[in-house]
């Protein structure tokens, strides 16, 4: 701020005669250095903190999604979130602290530099501050046009990637109904919108530059004018009017800043809404309660349980469903497609609550249990494995931290599966296939399919409830919980059923019990739920 103070100084001295003095160099010199050093360790002590801002605010965001509910996941586009950790959460640890940082130094240099420019000649400064109301008056209205643009441009970014990610992950749909020029028509249709609202917005942008240009002409040539007048009359010598125009170039970057750095500082505050919304929000349902006991006998009793999914609420998929599953049994859930048994499965899992009724573990309902006791307890082999990127170790022990390398080998080979994987000994730690190797997914599948075909047989669970469409599992089992369009129609043992000739073997008919694999399943496949 010293630096034009000290130049109209020197330029005065100049004037008078009196020469430059090495003093006055000097402080040239030292207001320029310290300047410099300032302005650099601004710098990068700011890049410092946006880069550990951004990856605190990343961290805050992931697990505070992880815990959301399902309904949460499944009414939120996926392309959405990864908008929100690929782009928003950059943007705003960029331009947020960055914003803020400039509007404060902005507004303290503004201050200071405007109240020299009153003290050294206060009828040229109150026409040089002019341009302060007439800069704010042309800001705000751009600000009201822009917020509503962005906020449509937003919108339409999202929808052009959630049409890209539905696309993608349909494509067997789209190839079926051979509707690959209605989604590329679709996708034309939604760039074109997004670039109609880029222009306008580029365009209104440079408009109101002009008008601001325009009006800061304007205040320059009349303050020349009027200084030119003020020279005349001795009121003011040129070093002053010097410093007052480098004043006035100065306290004109500041006003600039503040006006356009806090629409900036808004635009890019509301980017984060979606983030500050994602953090606000609370998991519908109980999270878990705090209940461990040391031993679990496994009976599980489902009383009464109706059960609704959110999206569709004209259509209860669960009704008022009450059976048992015994410890120390294999109990098999059977039904048509569609007949509600993974949504019960579902609520054994917590997954979801039942929106009427409980599903209870030993007499006590399920969300008394701590929510890590009860997922260690109650456990899922699901027909497709989700793999997760990573080394074998690494999916058998997701969510088992503290799990030893002898209770690891030993679930592999309970599994059947070590003889596999020790062929594959890169695969197992490094998750690389190499050479003529299985590929990772084979691996799994057999790993889940051998632990729970073998936890059927040898009843290495306390209790096992399964779910197939296949006779021979269904057979198999000790008792049979027969469902028929979301409520139980028959429960007993194998042989009670096929004698009663009742909906189990109405199964059985010819036809009843083929499935059509949307998704390419094969029925042989069909593994047990435990
Ligand atoms: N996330 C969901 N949102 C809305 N409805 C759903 C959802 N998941 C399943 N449904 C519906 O709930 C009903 C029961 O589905 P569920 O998957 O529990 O049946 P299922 O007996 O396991 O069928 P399948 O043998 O084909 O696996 C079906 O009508 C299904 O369309």
Redesign the pocket.
């Known amino acids: 701020m010293s630096g034009p103070y000290v130049t109209g100084n020197v330029l005065d001295a100049i004037g008078s005669g009196d020469g430059v003095t090495a003093g006055a160099v000097g402080m040239v010199a030292a207001a320029g250095a310290t300047s410099v050093l300032f302005s650099g360790c601004r710098g990068s002590l700011f890049m410092l903190l946006m880069a550990r801002l951004r990856q605190s605010l990343s961290l805050r965001l992931f697990s505070h999604l992880v815990h959301q509910d399902?309904d949460f996941f499944?009414g939120t586009p996926a392309a959405e979130l990864l908008a929100q950790f690929s782009m928003q959460v950059p943007r705003v640890c960029r331009s947020v602290p960055a914003g803020a940082n400039q509007l404060l130094r902005s507004l303290l240099m503004a201050l200071v530099v405007g109240g020299f420019m009153v003290r050294l000649a206060p009828g040229l400064a109150l026409l040089a501050l002019l341009e302060v109301p007439l800069g704010i008056a042309n800001r705000r209205i751009q600000t009201t046009r822009k917020q509503a643009l962005q906020r449509s441009m937003l919108e339409a970014s999202a929808r052009t990637a959630s049409g890209v990610q539905e696309s993608v992950a349909a494509i067997e749909t789209i190839r079926t109904f051979s509707a690959e020029e209605e989604e590329e028509e679709q996708h034309r249709w939604n760039l074109a919108k997004e670039l109609r609202l880029k222009e306008q917005i580029e365009l209104e942008l440079a408009f109101f530059t002009l008008v601001h240009r325009v009006i800061k002409l304007a205040i320059r040539v009349m303050v020349l004018f009027r200084s030119h007048q003020q020279l005349r009359d001795g009121h003011i010598t040129p070093g002053v009017l010097v410093t007052f125009l480098l004043y006035q170039d100065r306290v004109g970057g500041h006003v600039q800043v503040l006006l356009y750095g806090f629409n900036e500082f808004l635009t890019n505050a509301a980017a984060g809404q979606k983030i500050w919304e994602y953090l606000d929000r609370k998991p519908s349902g109980n999270v878990g309660g705090t209940r461990e006991p040391p031993e679990l006998q496994g009976h599980v009793t489902f009383q009464k349980v109706s059960f609704t999914?959110?999206?569709?609420p004209e259509?209860p998929?669960?009704k008022d469903v009450t059976f048992e599953v015994r410890s120390g049994e294999v109990t098999a859930l059977a039904?048509?497609?569609?007949?509600?048994?993974?949504?019960?499965?579902?609520l054994l899992e917590r997954l979801r609550d039942p929106g009427s009724g409980t599903v209870l573990l030993d007499g006590i309902p399920l969300p008394e249990y701590e929510h890590q006791y009860l997922h260690r307890k109650v456990v899922l082999v699901e027909q497709d494995p989700v793999l997760f990127s990573g080394t074998i170790r690494e999916n058998i022990i997701l969510g088992l931290e503290h799990c030893k390398e002898s209770e690891l080998q030993e679930a592999a080979t309970a599994a059947g599966a070590m003889d596999l994987i020790q062929g594959l000994e890169q695969v197992w730690d490094t998750g690389e296939s190499q050479g003529d190797g299985a590929p990772l997914g084979q691996i799994l599948l057999i790993l889940y399919d051998g632990a729970a075909q073998r936890w059927v047989r040898t009843g290495l669970a306390q209790t096992v409830l399964v779910?197939s469409?296949r006779p021979r599992v269904l057979d198999g089992a000790d008792r049979l919980v027969v469902?028929e369009r979301?409520a139980v129609m028959e429960t007993g043992t194998p042989a009670e059923l096929r004698e009663r000739r009742g909906a189990y073997s109405r199964l059985f008919q010819h036809g009843s019990h083929t499935?059509i694999h949307l998704h390419g399943g094969d029925p042989e496949l069909d593994l047990p739920l435990c």
């Not at 999914?309 to 569709?312: H, R």
């Open positions: 399902l499944q999914y959110p999206g569709n259509h998929v669960l039904g048509p497609n569609g007949s509600g048994k993974s949504t019960a499965v579902a779910v469409h469902l979301g499935r």
